[in-house]
Each structure stands twice: as C-alpha cells, then as structure tokens.
C-alpha cells in the first residue's frame, strides 16, 4: 500500500506545480501593461517597499492608499496619484502578489504605519482593488477615515453601513458594468455615502493602460476622467479636515 500512496503523492504535488505555473503565466498573458508615460512618472516615485509615494509640499496631513485593479500594472494609477499629491494629500499605489489585491487586502497596514504623522487615511481602490479596499475597512474598522471606489463596489457580504466613515464611489457612464449597480451598492456602504458619476468616462480610464475586455467606449479623455476623479477625492478628502 505504501507504493500507491507515495505514487498518488507525487502526483498530487506534481498537478499542484503545474496548475500554479499555468495560474501564473495566465496572470502575466491576461496582465494590462501601464502605459510608458505612466511607467516613467511612477519609476521617480518607487521605494524600496514595493510602494509608489506621491509626496505633497509639505507635511500632509491626509493620505490616501490605493488598491490597483485586477491584473493592472500599479505604475498605471501613477498619473492619478500624482493629481492627489499636488492637492496637497500623500498618495500611495501598493503593489500586489501577482497583480491581484485579493491576494494582498492587509498591504494598507505597513503604509499606514510608516506615516505616523499623517492624521486622516483614507483607503481606496479601482475594480477589484476597490472591492478589496472595502474588505479591508470590514476587517480593520478602526483603521482608516474614509474609502474612495473607483469602478467598484464592495461585496454582497461586505457590509459597512455601521461605520462612522466616509465614503464615495464613483464610476463613468460608458463603464460597461451597469450603473444600477454602483447604486445598489450604497447599501453596503456607510450612511452618507456619496455616487459620483462621471459623464463619458469609462472603466479603464481611471488608469493609464489599454482598452479593458467588457468595457464601454469613453466619450471624454482620460486626461479629463482623471481630472474630474481627482477633483472629486480631494473633496472628500477635505471634508475629513
């Protein structure tokens, strides 16, 4: 019997390997590459940690850490952090295992605790990495003053009416997800919870990377979609102050 049993092992391990290999190379072929304005401004702001760090003049008083979207190369939200940061907040891209914020939803911790002097955080996160974001205020209630969505919204299971935070999701008319959706969602986030849309924006214009498979067709630049996304979060951002 120790014969078959070591053989079944084996092959066991051997199917593990193998079905991690493909699960990586799949990541890596169905990736959306950031686009090289983009690569070039987040490679000035890239630490030791992983981290892309927007620093405001000054000492901020606000921060904002972002979950990127699935798959997407977080130097792709440089560009928008980079917005955040001349309004004055510290706005930092975490990195994730693979691309994928499911596997990295605590990553916000180690941001948090290098910036002791930043007295208002907020979380936020686009498409999946929004989702994520929501999971991590579910699990450290304590720990952030607000969460941005962009192109998100938290799971079914994900409920955070009760908590005293802001929050505001936003999303662009020509997202190919409905926008039924978004609304819906407000009664999974906390009381007070604001929906901004952005007219002719879409899904993938919250970064700078490629046209993103079920999306619409933007209608307004990604220059101005960011623009407008910015605008909205910093406003939020102040009404912490």
Do not use: C
Not at 179 to 193: I, K, T, W, Y
């Amino acid at each position: 019997m120790r014969r078959p049993l070591k053989v079944a092992g084996v092959s066991v391990a051997v199917l593990l390997v193998v079905a991690s290999a493909g699960f990586y190379l799949w990541t890596r072929v169905a990736s959306y590459p950031a686009f090289p304005e983009a690569v070039a401004l987040a490679e000035q702001a890239e630490t030791d940690d992983g981290w892309y760090v927007f620093e405001p003049d000054g000492e901020p008083t606000s921060g904002v850490v972002f979950y990127p979207g699935g798959l997407v190369d977080p130097a792709a939200y440089a560009p928008l952090m980079r917005r955040l940061s001349d309004g004055g907040v510290l706005a930092v891209i975490v990195s994730m295992p693979l691309d994928l914020a499911v596997l990295g939803v605590g990553r916000a911790d180690r941001v948090i605790a290098a910036y002791p002097a930043v007295d208002s955080w907020v979380i936020g996160g686009h498409s999946l990495g929004g989702a994520m974001a929501a999971e991590y205020v579910k699990r450290n209630p304590d720990a952030v003053d607000g969460i941005v969505l962009l192109a998100a919204y938290p799971s079914d299971s994900t409920d955070l009416t009760a908590l005293p935070i802001r929050a505001v999701s936003i999303y662009g008319t020509e997202d190919g997800v409905s926008g039924d959706v978004f609304e819906e969602s407000l009664r999974r986030l906390p009381s007070g919870a604001r929906l901004e849309v952005v007219e002719g924006g879409n899904h993938a214009q919250f970064g700078h990377y490629g046209p993103q498979k079920g999306d619409g067709t933007a209608t307004i630049s990604r220059d101005e979609q960011q623009r407008h996304t910015a605008g909205i979060i910093l406003e939020s951002l102040e009404e912490l102050d």
